[in-house]
């Protein structure tokens, strides 16, 4: 089965559930944003009979473009809020976001992972 007729199959599944919302990561998680060739994820997404909530390598102005063109409902981030504990703040300020390092990711203890100031007040 194509990948598409795969997702087309499983989401129509889903929606006999009645869920509160679809939430796919578009892309290789916190890598790129780059899918298999053939597949739409905006086209499965539309599918969905319910909220769809996108992630992956979001920045604001790409949330707020997707919204307004109906692609996503809501958002997810991430990595920002690693690295940014005023992150909803930030954004609304307008101020700029800190970048966590990939290595504070994963099992390198606190530090450069939870210790990250805020910008803001
Ligand atoms: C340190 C770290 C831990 C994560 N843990 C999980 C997890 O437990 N479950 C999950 O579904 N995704 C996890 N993710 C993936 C994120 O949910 C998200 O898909 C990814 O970071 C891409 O979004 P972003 O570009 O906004 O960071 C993790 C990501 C990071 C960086």
């Given at each position: 089965m194509?990948?598409?007729?795969?997702?087309?199959?499983?989401?129509?599944?889903?929606?006999t559930f009645n869920l509160?919302?679809?939430h796919f990561?578009?892309?290789?998680?916190?890598?790129s944003r780059v899918i298999p060739e053939g597949v739409?994820?905006?086209v499965l997404r539309k599918l969905f009979n319910g909220?769809?909530?996108g992630n992956n390598n979001y920045d604001l102005e790409m949330a707020i473009d997707r919204r307004e063109a109906g692609l996503i409902d809501?958002?997810?981030?991430?990595?920002?809020?690693?690295?940014?504990?005023?992150?909803?703040?930030?954004?609304?300020?307008?101020?700029?976001?800190?970048?966590?390092?990939r290595e504070a990711?994963?099992?390198?203890?606190?530090?450069?992972?939870i210790d990250w100031p805020k910008a803001t007040n």
């Open positions: 194509s990948p598409m007729r795969h997702g087309r199959y499983l989401i129509e599944q889903l929606n509160a919302y679809l990561v578009e892309g290789a998680t916190a890598t739409d994820l905006d909220p769809f909530i809501a958002v997810a981030l991430g990595r920002l809020f690693i690295s940014n504990p005023d992150l909803v703040e930030r954004l609304r300020q307008g101020a700029d976001v800190a970048i966590a390092p990711y994963y099992g390198g203890g606190a530090k450069g992972y």
